[in-house]
C-alpha cells in the first residue's frame, strides 16, 4: 500500500523558515522523481519543486532562490527548506511524483504552512 506522510509545516512570520519532509513507502522510492505540491484554498494545486533521481532540481519561478528541495533515498525521504517565507506561501503542502503517474491516485495528508505578513 502506498504512503506518503507529510510533516514540519506550521504558522510563522514573513521572512521565517520551516523545514517539510515526506516519508514515502510502498512506492520504488529511489527511481521515482518527487516534487512537492501546493494548493492554497480556492487555487489550484500547483507543482513548487522536484528532484529528478539523480538529484537535479527544478523549481517554480515563485519560489526559486528561496526553496530547497532534497532527497535521502536511503529513507525514502524528501525534503523541502523553505526560507523568506511570504504570506503567498500559504497552502497545503504535498509530496508526490513531479507529473501525473499510478501515485497520485494517493495523495497524503498534507501539511498546513501559514505566513503571516
Known amino acids: 500500500q502506498v504512503h506518503l506522510v507529510e510533516s514540519g509545516g506550521g504558522s510563522v512570520q514573513a521572512g521565517g523558515s520551516l523545514r517539510l519532509s515526506c516519508a514515502a513507502s510502498?512506492?520504488?522510492?529511489?527511481?521515482?522523481?518527487m516534487g512537492w505540491h501546493r494548493q492554497a484554498t480556492g487555487k489550484q494545486r500547483e507543482l513548487v519543486a522536484s528532484?529528478?533521481?539523480?538529484?537535479?532540481?527544478t523549481y517554480d519561478d515563485s519560489v526559486k532562490g528561496r526553496f530547497t528541495i532534497s532527497r535521502d533515498n536511503a529513507k525514502n525521504t524528501v525534503y523541502l527548506q523553505m526560507n523568506s517565507l511570504k504570506p503567498e506561501d500559504t497552502a497545503v503542502y504535498y509530496c508526490?511524483?513531479?507529473?501525473?503517474?499510478?501515485?497520485?491516485?494517493?495523495w497524503g495528508q498534507g501539511t498546513q504552512v501559514t505566513v503571516s505578513s
Open positions: 508526490n511524483t513531479p507529473i501525473r503517474s499510478m501515485y497520485w491516485n494517493y
Open positions: 510502498g512506492i520504488m522510492f529511489s527511481i521515482s522523481p
Open positions: 528532484i529528478s533521481t539523480g538529484g537535479t532540481t
